[in-house]
Each structure stands twice: as structure tokens, then as C-alpha cells.
């Protein structure tokens, strides 16, 4: 598997103020924006763990979209995002069918090194959030897909230098661990509540370089503490998978 990009490390470890990104741009499409938002679980995980009133998180999501579908350069414009900074780091996710063929898997890496470097000319640490495979009752599933889910976005992020957080993977160990979990919609594609709190558990991971193990938020008790603990230790092991 490929590691983190040395351009990322560098740009993680001269993050103003230090240790962690404090603003986050989320780019994606319904797999953020199903279950309240992505982005507003990962920035209550943040804040009770760094105890940082001032972290912020937004997001640009469009239903059914590829990555390419979205006005980077509109996004990285702070007066766009009712914003007076820049953010610290975007993430990107593209369209679970981008990997299903290899024109779409290019014109995904093409756009995933394009971004990034926009990204980064512009002070923002670029990220890549992985996508998961479907169940079987989706129409598009065909056995063993996360393997070319893994493959693309590796590929892009060693292209791109971008971090690569594998969301898909986390779904995978999940499932291999415990068959009964419900971490999709059951419409076999979406994420439900429990895959939309282990993606934000293994975005937290990746990017504060810390444990989410023992963090208390669980979205108005609507995850259980013994789904709450298996997910964050999923998550955990994940990061520690690729570190």
C-alpha cells in the first residue's frame, strides 16, 4: 500500500498552531450529506478532543456527482464559504461509480492531482476520502470491488500527494469483524448512521494522528456505546494499518 505523500507530511507538520487542521472544506456528494452531514460529526468529534470551541468544518456536497463536477476554484475562495481565511484542508470524495471502469478511473486521478495541486498552491492540505464497496442488493455490486476502490484512490493520492483516508477499508474490517453491523443504508449504496460515524471516526484518525477510542459524542445517543467503542476501535486499527 502506498504511505503518505512527503509533500503531506510537511504540510501536516507546518499547520499553523500545530497538531491538527482547524477548518475543513468537505467536496463530495450523498455519502457525506446522508445522516446529518459528515462534516458535522467529524468537527464534534474534534472538538471534544482537542476541547477547541474554534475548530470549523463546511461543506459542498452535490447528489450523484463525480469529483470533476465540482468548482474547485469557486470552493477554495474563503468570501465563498462565508469565510474571511482559508480552510486548513479539504477533503474530496468522488462518485462510487468512478471506479467501476478504467476511463472513469482515470479522468478520477486526473482530477484528484489537478485539485490538489490547486489546493496546495492555495495553503490547503488536499485529502482524498475513500469510498465504500456496495452491498449486494445495489445494482452495481460485483464481488471483491474494494480492492479497485483501494487501488484508485491509492493511485491518486501517490499521484496527487494527497492523504488518502480509507473509509472503504474501515467498511470492510467492520464487516469481517462483526457480519451482523448495519453500516449501509439499505438501499445497498448510502451509508447509514453507523458507517457515516465510522467514516467520521477514520477521518479523525488520519488526520489528527489520534486514537478516537473513548470519545464520548454519539450524535444524540443515536449510536450505542458498544457500536460507538467497536467503531472508533475499527477506525484505530485502520490508521494504524497505514502508519
Known amino acids: ?9 510537511l504540510l501536516l507538520s507546518n499547520m499553523v498552531l500545530g497538531d491538527y487542521p482547524r477548518s475543513i472544506l468537505f467536496v463530495g456528494n ?29 461543506s459542498s456536497t452535490i447528489g450523484g456527482s463525480r469529483l470533476h463536477n465540482h468548482d474547485i476554484d469557486h470552493l477554495l475562495v474563503p468570501e465563498n464559504l462565508q ?9 474530496m470524495q468522488g462518485g462510487s461509480g468512478e471506479v467501476l471502469n478504467k476511463s472513469s478511473r482515470k479522468k478520477f486521478i486526473k482530477t484528484a492531482v489537478e ?13 482524498l476520502f475513500m469510498t465504500h464497496a456496495y452491498l449486494e442488493n445495489d445494482y452495481r455490486f460485483e464481488p471483491n470491488l474494494i480492492q ?13 500527494g494527497a492523504l488518502v ?7 470492510e474490517r467492520a464487516y469481517a ?16 448512521m453507523l458507517g457515516t460515524y465510522l467514516g467520521a471516526c477514520v477521518i479523525f484518525a488520519f488526520i489528527t494522528n489520534k ?18 467503542l467497536f467503531l472508533q476501535q475499527i477506525a484505530w486499527e485502520v490508521y494504524l494499518e497505514y502508519n
Do not use: C, W
Open 83 to 91: 469565510r474571511n481565511e482559508q480552510v486548513d484542508m479539504v477533503i
Open 148 to 160: 479497485k476502490i483501494e487501488q484508485t484512490y491509492f493511485q491518486a493520492g501517490a499521484e496527487s
Open 30 to 58: 450523498s455519502y457525506f450529506y446522508y445522516n446529518d452531514s459528515m462534516h458535522n460529526h467529524v468537527e464534534e468529534l474534534m472538538k471534544e478532543s482537542f476541547r477547541d470551541a474554534n475548530i470549523v468544518t463546511k
Open 177 to 192: 469483524k462483526n457480519n451482523q453491523i448495519k453500516l449501509h443504508h439499505p438501499d445497498g449504496t448510502h451509508p447509514g
Open 165 to 171: 483516508i480509507p473509509v472503504g477499508s474501515a467498511y
Open 211 to 228: 486514537s478516537p477510542i473513548g470519545l464520548s459524542y454519539n450524535y444524540l445517543d443515536r449510536v450505542s456505546k458498544k457500536d460507538r
Open 115 to 127: 485539485y490538489s495541486l490547486k489546493a496546495r498552491q492555495k495553503g490547503v492540505i488536499p485529502a
Open 1 to 9: 500500500m502506498f504511505r503518505f505523500n512527503l509533500v503531506v507530511l
